[in-house]
Structures are given as structure tokens and as C-alpha cells.
């Protein structure tokens, strides 16, 4: 908080009594004064500009004072413009042909501020926190993935902190453009991050401030290159999956078997398997649906992990536990499909989880860290000479597949890409053969 000078202090105490402010008030219009300074100081305005004063009013409702406490301040800083005029304080020349040139209409703006109906868009009063939990809202409506949601709020409260919790309504495209620049030049953040940095930002304008970016030109971005996926050999897969315990040594499998994402994996349930057909119905990205071939070799381990689970659900049923977690309404529109087999985890958590707010116990699936450090330690022991994730037995199953000479629509489709961009990606990771020939199709 900025300390006002022993000098300006005296002066502004003698105004206050000249106006009949009593004593007891006084210390009250002296903190108005100080936030004020403190105001103009964090924000870089003119503390004799008016259009401060305005703004300085807007942070006050958005902190939720009410209109006792604005009148007050701005009463308050009114008191410390009126020392202007006896040059109590030092002000430009250009500051004071704007304290004469709006000196008329002064009580009239202050009138306006202090008025509770609000001009134009009612999102610029919004504080911080009611802009995230409106943002949660709108994820929520979209259906977007909570994973969404987490990243978007993110970046909103790192511009805040950027911005030094700059009051929602002054947000402007310079405070974008800085920031932005900011995270290029001196943060250094990968191209992949700047781009979801924008996404984040121009979501959280468009859909919780209601308004435009406008123009954003002259922000320095990174350059995305290509990226080649690391990929492992059909031999060092094997390797790696034999150095797996129950049940990720089958977590593994399917990741590579079905070239499966991790979170589209620990999501199945029951219900996604159809060992008549040999299909597995896969929850993909953006709420996408695709299915897969179950893999022959392992159906017999899957339908043993599966017999496991069905005895779990018996014990977690005897002890009257509430169901697995369920999305969305599901469970109000099917009573008790918590409890039923069908909707029970694939990969069910080894413990009970309790929901404090409903006073309930449910199920969740294996944690994605868990899988994610059986893989590393996996990995470790076959002392590989590439960083594998989960995600590279994916990279792994596309490759094998192009080198079986699979059509890359087919792989576009097994993967769930939208783009075949994507998926011609892994041209980059096989090996190339070319026919130095010139022949016909013809004689092939």
C-alpha cells in the first residue's frame, strides 16, 4: 500500500475538516484515498484523470462494497482532487485542463458510478471468481472433459496473475498480446502451449466476458515444427510388456493391442466389450465413439480379468457399497446402474472411494499415475534406449499397422482421428522402400 507524504497527509485532514467530516470518519476517507493511489499506481492511470476515478469505482463493485462505501470514496478522492487547484500536490499541465475541462460535469459522472443499474455489458463487473465459476459452467455445458476445464482455468488465472488482478472490465487485446508475448519470449513455452494459451483466452472472452479479442497483431509466436513420434520395434514391445504385474501387464496390452489412449482406456466398462463380435466400443476424444477388434491373443486374460471384476462387484454389493461413479444423469435416468455389472470399471480402483458431500462409497477406475509408473518402471528394466509413455504403445500400434501395409484410412479410423493429417504422421516413422523401376500397373 502506497504511504501518503506528512505534507499532502496535513493538507488532506484540514479539507476533510473544512467540509464538516467528522473525526471519527476521518481515518475512513484517508483509506479511500490510499486505495485510490494505490489504484492508479498498479494500473498506470493518471491519479487525476477522471476516467480513474470511473474505473476506481468499477474495482470497488466488482469487490463487492456497497453504495454507502462507494459514495464514500469518491467523495473521498474528490476531497484529494480539490487540493489540485491550490497546487497542494504537483499535477501536469495536462491534467489540469482536464480537471476544468470535466470540473461541469463532475457530479453528474459521480452520480452515474454510483447508480446500481448497470450500462452495457453486465460481465464487466464480474469479479475473478465469478467469472471461473462461470466458466465452469460453460465447460460443463459443452460437455467438454473436465481435463478442458482444468487447462482453460489455468491459463484465466495465470493472466490474472499477469495482469495483477486487473479488474475484469478494464481487460482489454493489449493485455492478451502482452501476455502471450510474455509466455513466447520469456517463459519460452513450446508452440503446442502458446496455441492452447490462445484457445484458453479467446474461449474465456467470447463465452464468459461476452466480447472479442479484436485484433492481436504483433504477438511473437513460436514456430510449431513436426514432431515424429518416438516408436517402439513389434520385439521391444514384447519385452516391455513381459516386465508388467497384474493388471497393467492387460492395461499395456489393450494400450498397444487396440492402440488405445490411456484415459480411453482405464474408462471402459463392461458394457464395451462384446467377445461374440470381437469389437470393443471405445469413448474417445471430444465424446467421439469408434470401435476396435479385441485382440484374440489375450481374450482369454481379458475374460479371466473380467470374471474378477464380476466377483468384486458381488463383495462390494454385499457390503452395500453405492455403485460405481456414473456421468452425467445416467443413474437418475437408470435406478441403481451404479450397482449393475454392465457399468462396473474394466479396470476397477483397488479401494473404495468416499464421496464426503453425498455420504456415499463408490468405485472409481485405476488411477492413471499408477499405470503411468508401472510403464516407467517397466521400461526401465528393459533398459530401452527411448523414452516410452503410455501413449507410445499407441505410436506403436499405427506404425506396425502401416508396415502390414493397412490401407491409412483404416488407421485414421482405428485411431479416431478427425483429420488424416494426423494420422500421415506415421509415414515419418517407417521405413521407406523405393521402386527405382519405372513399370506399369499393369504388370504388377
Known sequence: MIQIEAELLNKFNLILEKNGIPRNQCSYYLKWLRYYLDFCHKYNFKKMDFKSLSLFIDKLRSKKQNEDQMKQAAR????FYSLSEANVIPVSVSEKSQIKEHKLSYN???????SPVQVGNNNLNKSWQEAYQDLAGEIKVRHYSPKTLKSY?????KLQTFTRSKPIGLLDSDDVKRFLTYQAVERNVSASS??????ALLFFYRHVLGREFGKIDGVVRAKKRPHIPIVLSKQEVHMVLKNFSYPYDLVSKLLYGCGLRLFECLNLRIKDFSFETGILTVHGKGGKYRTVPIPEIITPELKAHMEKVYNLNQIDIADNYDGAFMFDRIEKKYKGSGKEFVWQWFFPAKTLTYVKDLKEYRRYHLHDTHVQRAIKKAVGKTRLTK???AHTFRHSYATHLLEANYDIRTIQELLG????RTTMIYTHTVKSTTLKEAKSPLDF
Do not use: C, P, Y
Open 76 to 79: 473521498a478522492v474528490q476531497f
Open 108 to 114: 453528474t459522472k459521480i452520480k452515474k458510478e454510483m
Open 153 to 157: 482455468r489455468g491459463w484465466a488465472m
Open 194 to 199: 502458446q496455441n492452447l494459451a490462445f484457445n
Open 387 to 389: 523414452r516410452a509413455t
Open 417 to 420: 482421428h478427425s483429420d488424416i
